[in-house]
């Protein structure tokens, strides 16, 4: 049996109807896309499973000529990544840019030497992100998100970062998930099957870097958030009740990257707290 | 007796826009011979309205939902729509009209405040179940969450509804290995309640995304031995016209009498006792 296969076995409670969701997922991306008045949506791909899984999604709800790709590599990101987002743009059939992000980062950084890794991967999530919002607007093309519901949980993203889209098909899909619907839709095996990684320094991984594995994490997280089971029940499940607390705390130092920012309230009706209206107001 | 039902697409706070789908699905009814066309739930102002609530609620006696109620000399008609009634208090309400004019107002009752759901920060609750008299026979309209509550089709049938009218706006959600959650759960539920009852069931739900929610459409016409007769696309705007046959409910009546068994004395005792232990006797539940 193939990994995927065995871990859906394992937890058949994050198996999803691939057509089904494909389905769900391309039809509200063309919804909320054509409603806010755009034909084009651009995204960053970067040759890791998320953002090919949200270009295959793209490429499927408005048809390749539709959407364009950004590669944004720095010198120090691993050239296989940028092969990998060359072989799923080309699988699909979408224009692509690249842009080298190593000036600026570079140029900002001469002036902090001494600035930690964490504060570099951040800059350069952000940096990307102010490149496809700047795209966005000469292509009069939305941004789409590639955040998954596993790293959105955790805060395992940068604010205002790559979490910062207008529409995320990618949401509400755990990282297994994103796997699951990436082999579905035929993302490339060298995309599908390279450990995680966020690139932003040489031999990152995610689960390196978490000290856990989506598969474990992805498992509890569906028992902790979507069945809402107390810790004591977590560990009668059958999970590490050292996991169930570090991730507990991740999820909830992380409240704050999920939320707009806080307002404080003077006026009788204040926005987010009582002027409230739809996203889809008036589209 | 021919129904249709209309899963279409409102446009979330624009009522003028939804009136003219809402004369467009009128006018394709019509030539279908069409005698009874079902709207989903809110389906002339859209779903996710917090503060929109305010500016789409409309009397029963505004000129333009008048005009509707007016095309209504053809076909029957039922819709969605914010009443704004009296004492300035709104509803999320359905309306049965025929041969020009309103023949039944159902303001729903359970609106649920939970998980996604926000009605009770919005509208004002519903009072009543009540069923009516059509020129078809007696029905009874659900206004979604209403339908989640077995007291309420419990209560149309035994005032008389042989047809349960459901109007929906529910969402894709609980997506698993072979199915979503919500659409199962609607489709069984509603199954059950028809043969339980030997009443059709019209069940008409929108689809559409709103805020990232997606309505799943779906609808259904159900015979009153429960089987599902026809169920609209997923997803997609579309007119159902089905025929159902009213001799169907005498059938499945006197196949299985439940009506005729069912002890409503011993029902309403129980229940003044069960009252009184909950809320006199401060034994919950």
């Known amino acids: 049996m193939k990994p995927m296969e065995e871990f859906l076995a394992q937890a058949p409670y994050l198996r999803l109807n691939e057509e089904l969701t494909v389905e769900l997922l391309t039809r509200a991306l063309r919804e909320e896309v054509g409603k806010a008045g755009f034909q084009r949506v651009i995204l960053g791909v970067s040759g890791g499973i998320d953002s090919a899984l949200s270009l295959y999604l793209c490429a499927r709800a408005f048809g390749p000529e ?70 966005s607007a000469e ?18 993203s940068t604010q205002f970062g790559d979490m910062a889209s207008a529409v995320n098909p990618l949401g509400d899909l755990y990282k297994t998930q994103v796997w699951q619907l990436s082999g579905y839709l035929g993302v490339p095996e060298s995309i599908l099957k390279k450990p995680p990684s966020g690139d932003l320094w040489p031999d990152q991984t995610d689960e ?73 107001w008036g589209l | 007796m021919r129904v249709g039902l209309a899963q279409i697409r409102p446009v979330l706070g624009r009522v003028e826009e939804n009136l003219k789908l809402h004369r467009e699905m009128i006018h394709r009814a019509d030539s279908e011979q069409v005698d009874l066309l079902v709207f989903p739930e809110l389906s002339l102002t859209g779903y996710q309205l917090k503060d929109l609530t305010l500016e789409v609620a409309r009397s029963l006696q505004d000129e333009p939902i008048q005009q509707l109620v007016r095309e209504s000399h053809r076909l029957d008609l039922v819709f969605g729509l914010v009443e704004e009634g009296p004492g300035h208090l709104f509803y999320n309400t359905a309306v049965y009209a025929s041969e020009g004019a309103i023949r039944h107002v159902h303001r729903k009752v359970y609106l649920p405040t939970y998980g996604m759901y926000e009605e009770a920060r919005l509208f004002a609750r519903g ?19 209403d339908a989640w509550h077995t007291s309420a089709p419990y209560l149309l049938v035994q005032d008389g509804a042989e047809i349960l009218i459901v109007l929906a706006n529910a969402a894709a959600k609980g997506m698993g290995a072979e199915k979503m ?36 459409g779906g609808s259904m016409v159900i015979d009153p031995f429960g089987r599902i007769l026809e169920r609209g696309e997923r997803f997609e ?49």
């Open chain 1, 66 to 135: 539709a959407v364009t790709a950004v590669c944004m590599p720095y010198r120090e990101s691993s050239p296989s990544s940028l092969e990998d987002a060359q072989k799923a743009i080309d699988a699909v059939g979408v224009e692509s840019i690249r842009v080298d992000i190593t000036p600026q980062i570079d140029a900002y950084f001469a002036g902090f030497p001494e600035a930690s890794r964490l504060r570099r991967g951040n800059k350069m999530a952000r940096e990307r992100m102010s490149i496809l919002y700047d795209l």
């Open chain 1, 139 to 156: 292509r009069r093309a939305l941004v789409i998100g590639t955040s998954n519901k596993t790293e959105l949980l955790l805060g395992y």
């Open chain 1, 208 to 280: 390196a870097e978490l000290g856990f594995s989506y598969w474990d994490v992805d498992r509890l997280l569906y028992y902790m958030v979507d069945c809402r089971y107390p810790p004591e029940r977590l560990v009668q499940q059958g999970f590490d009740r050292d996991l169930i607390e570090r991730v507990h705390r991740r999820v909830v130092n992380s409240q704050y990257k999920r939320s707009l920012p806080v307002i404080l309230k003077v006026s009788g009706r204040t926005i987010g707290a009582d002027f409230r209206y739809p996203r889809d």
């Open chain 2, 127 to 145: 009072r009543s179940f009540r069923s009516f008299e059509t020129r078809f026979g007696r029905m009874g309209l659900l206004i979604c969450e």
């Open chain 2, 181 to 216: 959650a919500s659409e199962e759960s609607w489709s069984g539920m509603l199954a059950h309640y028809s043969m339980l009852h030997g009443a059709i069931t019209l069940y008409a739900n929108r689809v559409g995304t709103e805020d990232g929610v997606t309505f799943f």
């Open chain 2, 237 to 285: 705007p579309l007119l159902k016209v089905v025929d159902v046959d009213l001799e169907d409910v005498r059938l499945a009546r006197y196949r299985m009498p439940l009506m005729r068994d069912e002890d409503l004395e011993l029902t309403a005792r129980e229940l003044e006792r069960i009252l009184k232990r909950r809320f006199e006797g401060g034994d919950h539940p």
